[in-house]
C-alpha cells in the first residue's frame, strides 16, 4: 500500500520559514517524480513545485520561484519543500504527489497524494 505522509506545517510569521517534509512508503520510490501542490479555502489546487526521480531537475511556480526549494533524498524516500520568504498569499494546505515518469504540473498527471498539512502565514 503506498503511503505518502507530509509533516512541517504550521503557523508562521510574513517574512518566515518553514520546511515541509513528504515521507513516501509502498513504492520505488526513486524511480516517481514528485511534486508539491497546495488548496488555498475557496480555490483550486494549484502546482507549486515540482523534482525529477533524479534530483537535479526541478520546477517551479512563478509564484514560489527564488523562494521555495525543492529537494529529495532517495535513501529516506522523501521530499522537502524549503519554504523561506514567506507570504500571507502562501497560506494553504500543501499536498504532496508522486508519479511515474517525468514531472508534471497537472495535478491529474499524479498518482499517489498525502494527506496534507497546513501552511498559515500571519501578516
Known amino acids: 500500500q503506498v503511503q505518502l505522509v507530509e509533516s512541517g506545517g504550521g503557523l508562521v510569521q510574513a517574512g518566515g520559514s518553514l520546511r515541509l517534509s513528504c515521507a513516501a512508503s509502498g513504492l520505488a520510490f526513486s524511480s516517481y517524480a ?17 523534482i525529477s526521480w533524479s534530483p537535479g531537475n526541478t520546477d517551479y511556480a512563478g509564484s514560489v520561484k527564488g523562494r521555495f526549494a525543492i529537494s529529495r533524498d532517495n535513501a529516506k524516500n522523501t521530499v522537502y519543500l524549503q519554504m523561506n520568504n514567506l507570504k500571507p498569499e502562501d497560506t494553504a494546505v500543501y499536498y504532496c504527489a508522486t508519479r511515474s515518469g517525468g514531472w508534471s504540473r497537472r495535478p491529474q498527471m499524479y498518482d499517489y497524494w498525502g494527506q496534507g498539512t497546513q501552511v498559515t502565514v500571519s501578516a
Do not use: C, I, T
Open 34 to 50: 514528485s511534486g508539491w501542490f497546495r488548496q488555498a479555502p475557496g480555490k483550486e489546487r494549484e502546482f507549486v513545485a515540482a
